[in-house]
């Protein structure tokens, strides 16, 4: 049984804490949650706050945050996989940019409820810093920067120069940056494992140890039990590949991260970021990195695609690819270089085949899902939680106004299927591959430009 604290820094952060009871045996509710992350909590949170009465089950294959919920670089942004796509589209542009408006609101709605509901997940809104090491990372976040003034949404963004940005952040070679103040880092897992204790208070019942076998309109199953409910919620994201029904929907792609050892005040003082501000550079595979509330660096890459849509749950430290973040990560600071790394891990995190998020209710069936966040789900989950529990309770809402929302079709067939394998492995390791190799060419050009 793998345990907590073996997941992610930000699990082994937490106290010991017992272990919830499996589903056995038969169950009625109003609505049952499969998945207990983000997308299902925050789900039932906000179904509690209109409905006092309404009964709520939630089902977990294995505990509280298990998945990327527990896992992830603690990045509360208003990115989201598809907007661009919608905003560009004349059909769909006027629902993106309000899509886009609601995105900014959720980061903040992370925050009001985190300080409303004494959710202590060291919650901190001082922004996201894009930087450019490179020529062509410059150009990359000017042209991005263009789009948002094209938009209209050039007030959520400001152009830095390499003088101003390291005012923000003193990281090695940075050109340029690009500087949003609409992010705010966290804990994670404090985050995900408060919403539950809170659920709970509020009379939700929280099943752990259940992996669900079945899912049918009114009813989920497990091996040892089942719920009886009108209305059924999928929140399983990258792991819905381990449902049979949903085994091709997704595609769960794992991300990897390291963090440090508490840093010296003299180290941050070479490294220049005085407070939580996020960071990454401008490069196409995407970095993250967040200073912890204990003065760490948690820091992240994406990684890999494993045959036949495998999940990785338990990452071996000594793996090559910790090494390669570590040495992207003692590029941009130097300082870091004999700085111990603590701790090791990764997680799936889930893309739809069309690259878009969504959040789906098909009242005939009284099924719904959300997912596909291709990396970005800490405020996106909790957007498609406010999302559904107005669909679901039929409240409307400039929510269930936008384009990611869909109600035609069970979503236990209605969705584009990923290709089969071998096709599936080499569509998206050739995506990776692509972009990787677009970073080694930038390098180059770079390292020649400078006579290195």
């Known amino acids: 049984m793998v345990e907590p604290a073996q997941i992610s820094h930000w699990h082994a952060d937490l106290p010991p804490s017992a272990r919830r009871p ?3 045996g038969e169950q009625s509710a109003d609505v049952v949650i ?4 983000y997308t299902g909590l925050w789900t039932a949170y906000y179904l509690s706050e ?6 709520i089950v939630v089902v977990e294959a294995n505990f509280v945050g298990f998945g990327a919920s527990g896992r992830n670089g603690g990045w509360c942004s208003p990115s989201l996989a598809g907007i661009d796509s919608w905003i560009g589209t004349p059909e769909t542009r006027d629902g993106g940019l309000a899509l886009q408006n609601l995105m900014v609101d959720a980061v903040d709605e992370v925050g009001r409820v985190s300080q409303r509901e004494n959710l202590d997940c060291d ?3 001082d922004g996201q810093i894009s930087v450019a090491i490179t020529a062509a990372q410059e150009k990359r976040l000017r042209a991005e920067y263009a789009e948002y003034e094209e938009e209209g949404s050039g007030d959520h963004v400001r152009w830095l120069s390499a003088e101003e940005t390291a005012q923000h952040i003193k990281m090695h070679g940075a050109r340029a940056a690009l500087y949003s103040a609409d992010c705010a880092a966290l804990h994670p897992a404090k985050l995900v494992t408060g919403l539950a204790k809170l659920l709970e208070n509020r009379g939700v019942r929280i099943f752990e140890q259940s992996r669900v076998t079945d899912i049918a309109p ?3 199953a497990t091996p040892d039990g089942a719920v009886s409910a009108g ?13 049979p029904q949903l085994a091709k929907r997704l595609a769960p792609v794992h991300s990897q991260l390291i963090v440090t050892e508490p840093l010296s005040p003299e180290i941050w003082q070479e490294i220049g970021l005085k407070n939580r501000l996020l960071f990454n550079d401008g490069r196409a595979l995407v970095t993250y990195g967040q200073r912890t509330a204990d003065d760490r660096i948690a ?3 994406r990684a890999s695609y494993h045959y036949g849509s495998g999940i990785q749950d338990i990452f071996d430290p000594d793996d090559r690819s910790f090494d390669v973040i570590r040495d992207i990560l003692v590029s941009f600071f130097p300082a870091l270089e004999n700085a111990a790394i603590d701790q090791c891990w990764g997680g799936a995190l889930g893309i739809a085949r069309d690259m878009k998020a969504f959040v ?8 719904g899902w959300a997912g596909g966040y291709t990396g970005n789900g800490v405020a996106a989950s909790n957007l498609a939680g406010r999302t559904m529990a107005d669909l679901l309770l039929d409240v409307p809402s400039e929510r269930v106004a936008t384009p990611w929302v869909t109600r035609s079709g069970d979503p236990l067939s209605a969705f584009r299927h990923w290709e089969p394998e071998p096709l599936r492995w080499i569509g998206v390791q050739g995506f990776r591959t692509m972009l990787g190799l677009t970073d080694w060419i930038t390098n180059l050009s770079n390292r020649r430009a400078s006579g290195r």
Not at 34 to 37: D, H, I, K, S, T
Not at 50 to 55: A, F, K, N, R, T
Not at 231 to 243: D, H, K, L, P
């Open 360 to 367: 789906h209710f098909d009242p005939s069936s009284g099924i």
């Open 34 to 37: 499969v998945g207990a992350g």
């Open 299 to 301: 820091f992240g890459y």
């Open 50 to 55: 209109q409905s006092l009465d309404l009964s």
């Open 218 to 220: 009114g009813r989920i």
């Open 22 to 24: 499996a589903l056995d």
């Open 123 to 125: 919650y901190a809104k």
């Open 231 to 243: 209305r059924v919620v999928i929140a399983t994201e990258a792991y819905s590949v381990q449902t």
